[in-house]
């Protein structure tokens, strides 16, 4: 078996609220950088650099990964991408993971290609799912995803909602002149078809930072525009569910909507995540663009104890916690759809 690559870049600082986190327990997949969308903060206009088709993990990597990763103290998984939709073996993919015990495993998705995978996913052992829907403004949404149709996209959503899934949630990057004025009628539409919708700030990530914060509709005028709707006071986090805070509905409904401040708060503290990218390099941050390289080994067959070892040298590379916002210049150079969003 070939040595282990770890590929570090700059100082490894160690965080004051590390106690607090001894082990990642959840990992982001991010099985291809392929996507069939090209969202205007997520990717860049022009040219852009792609994972070599040799260099992309099959089922068996994966699976092989993920269950070192679990033996090392990873508890919940979700898959991501580029678009995961488009990994060819994704519903084998989802039956050999959800075969190794896991408390979560999870899906983020542009929605486009679900009407007709939502159901075999779930028979395949998916538990949850995340659509993106920027707009329900056809135009609005071709224009934020660069050609994405919103008829399949809601159809895919309306799948979703009708499989069975424990919990469907939506995202939507809010953005200043595009879609900020629907935020009422996004929560509406999600809410009617029994699930979450949530709005995220637009993180300064590759494109995001590109954009630049004139772009950017921060979570507390997010809040503003929904007051109406939520309850008052801070909401609250979910417990083992990242970084998003969630209100309630003021009709005691029960209904929730979440936002997620990944600009202008921070959300390192008490982050339990690790990434790996759609080449097989382990990742302790979003905002890294450092990490341990285990594609090729992978594919070699690597062992259970090499893969915890790596985990175990990815993780010592997490952030300080004093990141807010994207601040990290390494940020800047992120590619979301390779490092799995
Ligand atoms: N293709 C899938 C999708 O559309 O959901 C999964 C990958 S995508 C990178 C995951 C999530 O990251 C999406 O909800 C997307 O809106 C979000 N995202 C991408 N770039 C972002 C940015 N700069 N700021 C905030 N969210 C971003």
New binding site residues.
């Given amino acids: 078996m070939s040595a282990l690559l770890p590929v570090f870049r700059g100082e490894v600082s160690r965080a004051p609220w590390r106690a607090e986190v001894v082990a990642p327990r959840a990992v982001r997949l991010s099985v291809t950088d392929r996507?069939d969308?090209a969202?205007v903060?997520?990717r860049p206009a022009g040219s852009e650099t792609w994972v070599s088709p040799r260099d992309r993990l099959d089922v068996d990597a994966w699976t092989s990964l993920v269950a070192a990763l679990t033996a090392g103290g990873i508890r919940r998984v979700r898959i991501?991408?580029?678009?995961?939709l488009l990994y060819r073996d994704l519903v084998h993919l989802v039956e050999r993971l959800a075969t190794l015990g896991l408390d979560d495993l999870a899906l983020?998705?542009?929605g486009a290609r679900l009407g007709s995978m939502a159901r075999s996913l779930r028979a395949a052992g998916l538990r949850r799912v995340?659509?993106?829907l920027?707009s329900l403004d056809a135009p609005t949404f071709a224009r934020m995803t660069r050609g994405g149709d919103l008829t399949r996209v809601r159809r895919g959503l309306d799948a979703a909602c009708a499989a069975g899934f424990d919990e469907v949630k939506t995202?939507t990057?809010v953005l200043r002149g595009e879609n900020d004025g629907e935020l009422d009628a996004i929560t509406q539409h999600v809410w009617s078809r029994g699930a979450t919708p949530r709005f995220?700030?637009?993180?300064?990530?590759?494109?995001?930072r590109v954009l630049g914060e004139g772009a950017r509709v921060s979570s507390a005028a997010q809040r503003a525009a929904l007051a109406h709707l939520l309850d008052d006071g801070d909401g609250a986090r979910e417990a083992e569910r990242g970084p998003a805070v969630y209100l309630r509905a003021r009709d005691g409904s029960g209904r929730r909507v979440g936002f997620i401040a990944?600009a202008t708060e921070t959300f390192c503290e008490g982050c339990d995540r690790l990434r790996v990218t759609s080449d097989g390099v382990l990742r302790s941050c979003l905002a890294r663009t450092s990490g341990v390289a285990v594609g090729a080994v992978l594919r070699e067959g690597a062992e259970g104890d090499a893969l915890r070892a790596a985990m175990r040298v990815a993780w010592s590379d997490k952030p300080d916690g004093a990141w807010r916002g994207c601040t990290e210049e390494s940020a800047a150079s992120v590619s979301?759809?390779a490092t799995?969003?």
């Fill in positions: 996507c969308m969202c903060y997520c991501t991408g580029g678009e995961p983020t998705t542009n995340n659509v993106s920027d995202n990057v995220l700030e637009l993180m300064g990530v590759g494109e995001g990944g979301m759809r799995g969003g």
